[in-house]
């Protein structure tokens, strides 16, 4: 339903995407994350086409978003981080003026709206003036005239902000509906709300792709590595150099924990494989600490963007 190539934006010597590919398959939620700067809203935009890629192709819904633009558009329910609302105009009166402009049927245009108003949650603000709402329900009426005229596509960046916890719920909710019918692109920098709505997820940093995958794939670990949580009894230096020297493990972190007294608890970062567990089982038993819990441990989204869109910087400043 969307597919990126190759795709590059300049702005004079400063290189906004750079070399950008990613595919989102109809049906999909995908999370598009990255650092404030890492090219994020340049992609959006290019997708919705509010301007040209310097290189590359972006294809909307089978068109062209260069060469087929106003088809391209026309699949694509946009909201933007600032949300461009008439405020002098009441929600209703809005709302039909932007299915006016989207080319829905005047027969249709009522029932639209009614529709849409409803799955926001602003049918009571129908009449309000805009310039009176609260910026939580302006952002309601951004999404509301997104998914105005039931586009394929559904391109939304920061959705949510300005909404306090229930409304976050709800609209939360709402996007998760469109799963296996719309395609959707949600940017946000609230990662759990990423993690608990989208199906598929892209990481960017200064304009590249450094990770792709479902929020599974990406917490469970990455370069074959496996993170472990270990709670063993006895004193943390001495449990912290014995589990140095097992074979296999990659770095060991304390961890701060609720654990029983007399006992300490650390993250591992392992290779692979059941064989590096029962050594770490062994190591501690055999050196008489008591084995408490070794299990293991998917990171946290926040976790795997910042030690992704970290890492990444630090090769790029290597390589400069």
């Known amino acids: 339903m969307i597919e990126v190539r190759r795709l590059v934006k300049r702005f004079g010597p400063t290189v906004a995407v750079d070399g950008l590919d990613f595919t989102v398959e109809r049906g999909e939620i995908l999370g598009f994350l990255g650092p404030n700067g890492a090219g994020k809203t340049t992609t959006l935009r290019i997708l919705t086409g509010y301007f040209p890629p310097t290189e590359g192709t972006a294809v909307v819904a089978g068109h062209d ?48 709206v009614e529709r849409v108003m409803e799955a926001t949650a602003i049918t009571p603000r129908r009449g309000q003036l805009i310039s009176q709402l609260s910026k939580g329900y302006r952002q309601r009426v951004g999404l509301a005239q997104a998914i105005l005229g039931d586009p394929p596509v559904l391109i939304l960046d920061e959705p949510t902000i300005g909404l306090d916890p229930g409304q976050i719920v709800e609209i939360r909710s709402l996007i998760k509906g469109f799963a296996g019918e719309k395609t959707v692109i949600l940017s946000s920098h609230i990662l759990p709300e990423v993690a608990a709505t989208c199906t598929q997820v892209v990481i960017i940093n200064r304009g590249r792709l450094v990770a792709a995958g ?103 400043e290597q390589a400069a």
């Open 65 to 112: 978003v260069v060469e087929d633009t106003l088809a391209a558009r026309a699949a694509i329910g946009y909201l933007p981080e600032s949300v461009p609302l008439y405020v002098d105009m009441r929600v209703e009166e809005y709302l039909r003026f932007v299915a006016g402009m989207k080319g829905v049927e005047p027969r249709r245009v009522s029932r639209e």
């Open 214 to 316: 479902s929020p599974e794939v990406l917490r469970a670990g990455r370069g074959g590595l496996t993170s472990l949580r270990l709670v063993a009894q006895g004193p943390a230096a001495a449990v912290a150099e014995l589990l140095g020297r097992v074979e296999g493990v990659r770095s060991c972190a304390p961890e701060s924990i609720p654990v029983p007294e007399g006992a300490c608890a650390f993250r591992l970062e392992t290779d692979e494989g059941l064989a590096v567990r029962a050594a770490i089982a062994r190591a501690v038993v055999e050196a008489g600490h008591g084995l408490v819990e070794l299990s293991p441990v998917s990171a946290t989204l926040e976790e795997v963007f910042v030690q992704l869109t970290t890492e990444d910087h630090a090769q790029q």
